[in-house]
């Protein structure tokens, strides 16, 4: 993977993306709705949706997110639901939005979740809402089951050992200098581009633990068709660094002396 060009990627998203800058906040009042965004996200706008367990920033052209946002506890992983694979439309979505089951069906590629079913086994309604295709995003078999699995797990490892965790999980187009770009490669129906396939994937994390200490950390990964044989640290960032790739300011409400202390800095997680 060629070495990130930080520095002029957030320019180059911003003058190529059709959308504007603002700051997401899930509609309603309720108490689980609006701690799945309780440090906000600022960046391009696509279709919100609140699906209470996880917060969705979908874009109908692509038909797949810009990113899912959850809060996660240490209790939330202790659920014994099972793995459902109910993969299905998003009602929420327009039809005309909508990625569907027969845009997957032998693509070769999975129907990859950005809020992992596996951290919401909490009950059997959080764990079928994950399976929305609003969540799902088409990734190489070779990504899905092997390093992004692996990051999926230290995610846990790392909610296990904090008070809250708040992750943003999200899709990204990047072209060989590292640079943002619109969709190349999508799955097609006839001649008809139906779904746009990320070049990466990222996470960006916050952990508060219960002597109140903050912490940060990202990832992003690229969304490879062969095995990637690299360790996960290979593809640790800065949340700063991965604000600059990506055009999303992660995190906004957190105090700004804190944001600034320890987003500046890539620590290092164990596999």
Not at 15 to 36: E, I, K, Q, V
Not at 153 to 159: A, E, G, K, Y
Not at 189 to 208: D, K, M, S, Y
Request: aromatic share 10%; hydrophobic share 35%.
């Amino acid at each position: 993977m060629p070495r990130i060009v930080f520095l002029s990627a957030l320019a180059a998203l911003c003058a190529a993306c059709p959308f504007h800058p603002s700051l997401f906040r899930p509609p309603g009042n309720t108490t689980r709705d609006s701690l799945n965004l309780k440090y906000g996200v600022s960046g391009p706008t696509g279709r919100v949706l609140d699906k209470g367990y996880y917060v969705i920033n979908y874009n109908d052209l692509w038909r797949i997110p810009h990113w899912s946002a959850y809060r996660l506890t240490p209790r939330d992983l202790l659920g014994t639901s099972k793995r459902q694979d109910n993969f299905r439309p998003d009602p929420e979505v327009p039809k005309k939005a909508q990625s569907t089951l027969e845009d997957y069906k032998g693509s070769g590629l999975d129907r990859g979740h950005l809020a992992p079913a596996g951290n919401f086994t909490r009950s059997n309604e959080a764990m079928a809402a994950t399976f929305l295709l609003s969540n799902i995003s088409p990734q190489h078999p070779s990504t899905n089951r092997g390093i992004w699995r692996q990051i999926e797990s230290q995610i846990r490892h790392l909610v296990q050992a904090a008070d809250t965790t708040w992750v943003v999980t999200g899709d990204a187009f990047m072209n060989e200098d590292s640079l943002p770009v619109d969709p190349k490669t999508w799955i097609k129906r006839g001649n008809q581009n139906r779904v746009a396939v990320p070049t990466h994937l990222f996470n960006a994390i916050l952990t508060l633990d219960a002597k109140g200490h903050w912490r940060a950390y990202a990832f992003l990964v690229p969304n490879l068709p062969t095995r990637n044989p690299n360790p996960t640290s290979k593809y640790q960032l800065s949340v700063d660094n991965l604000e600059r790739t990506t055009g999303f300011d992660f995190f906004v409400d957190l105090d700004t002396a804190v944001q600034n202390r320890i987003e500046s800095t890539a620590p290092t997680l164990q596999p």
